[in-house]
């Protein structure tokens, strides 16, 4: 029926952005390094493992803490890999990003959650920011009946 191997839960997607928000500020007490946080809160986009079903969506959820020296990026991610596997986070990889920088990279996932997360040490951006990048992305969730997900952000 479904390319996913598991069932999408039904969920407002309100709730879903709550529950995003929620396992973002545990990823983020887990980092354990003081900086300046970006604002913006989860948004919705199309399940991208089935595209022509119109009622599921997954949460993504960027942001990143800058303003940190690169001590407290090295520590931020040391304190992941340590703090990932203790919160029932399993570590998929663990090395350089894909980028020209080779930046250090982790990626993790939490099944019964159900979020994937993927941590990036950028030592110096165009800005002259030393950060750590995150981008929490939920599993695919089925809206409720009638929810014109078109008119979500």
């Given amino acids: 029926m479904n390319n996913l191997d598991y069932e999408p839960t039904k969920l407002d997607v309100?709730?879903?952005?709550?529950?995003t928000r929620e396992v973002s500020s545990r990823?983020?007490?887990?980092?354990?390094?003081?900086?300046k946080v970006t604002e913006p809160g989860p948004r919705?986009?199309?399940c991208d493992d089935e595209p022509d079903a119109k009622d599921l969506y997954v949460t993504r959820h960027p942001w990143s803490i800058y303003g940190l020296s690169e001590e407290e990026?090295?520590?931020?991610?040391?304190n992941l890999r340590r703090g990932l596997p203790e919160h029932g986070w399993k570590i998929l990889r663990d090395g350089k990003s894909n980028s020209r920088a080779q930046?250090?990279?982790i990626l993790a996932e939490n099944k019964k959650e159900k979020f994937a997360a993927n941590f990036t040490a950028l030592r110096k951006t165009?800005?002259?920011?030393?950060?750590?990048?995150?981008?929490?992305?939920?599993?695919c969730y089925r809206a409720p009946a009638g929810t014109d997900l078109d008119s979500e952000y």
């Fill in 44 to 46: 919705i986009a199309p």
């Fill in 73 to 78: 990026v090295i520590q931020g991610m040391e």
């Fill in 14 to 19: 309100d709730k879903a952005r709550q529950k």
């Fill in 126 to 139: 165009a800005s002259g920011d030393t950060m750590i990048k995150v981008t929490v992305v939920s599993a």
């Fill in 27 to 35: 990823l983020l007490e887990m980092i354990e390094v003081k900086g």
């Fill in 103 to 105: 930046d250090p990279e």
